[in-house]
T-cell receptor, first 117, second 115 residues
Framework: GAVVSQHPSRVICKSGTSVKIECRSL??????MFWYRQFPKQSLMLMAT?????????EQGVEKDKFLINHASLTLSTLTVTSAHPEDSSFYIC?????????????FGPGTRLTVL | AQTVTQSQPEMSVQEAETVTLSCTYD???????LFWYKQPPSRQMILVIR??????QNATENRFSVNFQKAAKSFSLKISDSQLGDTAMYFC????????????FGKGTRLHILP
């Protein structure tokens, strides 16, 4: 199957700093990438959908100025958590899908654990 | 609205037994997909099985099979001959076609396979 990587796998930062998480599709071109947030022992909550070369579409309740998403190429999307605070500590997962029409399977990255002190 | 409900937060079964995880969903659409994903302790999401709503035949993947009851909007997962490696969180999920490929996940069922 297709492989999606995330970097870093875990990051610890101080409150008020910004953190960038990368999501890469390693062996395919992803038309769409998705960013999810998962709190401990909870489900995945979709944060935003990004298409290459266009602005991300954020889910209701997700602050677009807080969580900046850039999808600069067909293999790379980045999520930047700006001015991070302890409540932003979470597990962030990206996924990428192939294809432009019909059913497009999503392939998930291994996730990034963010801890804000 | 598109919702997915898993009513079993946690389950435990003995190795080699069969276990069924329940899932119900709600949608007014006709063209959709249903999934079961596995999330082991590594946190990597793994697609276990997929069902197209227009197909009446239940999907199967080796020891994993589903019971898809479209009228009842039920989509249960049966794991046969359970193995220790099946221990994980299992998420039921749905995707509505032509809705930006958004996957909506249920809250999950934590499954423990006991030796």
């Amino acid at each position: 199957g297709a492989v999606v990587s995330q970097h870093p796998s875990r990051v610890i930062c101080k409150s008020g700093t910004s953190v960038k998480i990368e999501c890469r599709s390693l062996d395919f071109q992803a038309t769409t990438m998705f960013w999810y947030r998962q709190f401990p022992k909870q489900s995945l909550m979709l944060m935003a959908t990004s298409n290459e070369g266009s602005k991300a579409t954020y889910e209701q309740g997700v602050e677009k100025d807080k969580f900046l998403i850039n999808h600069a190429s067909l293999t790379l999307s980045t999520l930047t958590v700006t001015s991070a605070h302890p409540e932003d500590s979470s597990f962030y997962i990206c996924s990428a899908s192939i294809g432009a029409s019909g059913y497009n399977e999503q392939f998930f990255g291994p996730g990034t654990r963010l801890t804000v002190l | 609205a598109q919702t997915v409900t898993q009513s079993q937060p946690e389950m435990s079964v003995q190795e080699a037994e069969t276990v069924t995880l329940s899932c119900t969903y709600d949608t007014s659409e006709n063209n959709y997909y249903l999934f079961w994903y596995k999330q082991p302790p590594s946190r990597q999401m793994i697609l276990v099985i997929r069902q197209e709503a227009y197909k009446q035949q239940n999907a199967t993947e080796n020891r994993f099979s589903v019971n898809f009851q479209k009228a009842a909007k039920s989509f249960s997962l049966k794991i046969s001959d359970s193995q220790l490696g099946d221990t994980a969180m299992y998420f039921c999920a749905s995707l509505i076609m032509n809705r930006d490929d958004k996957i909506i996940f249920g809250k999950g069922t934590r499954l423990h396979i006991l030796p």
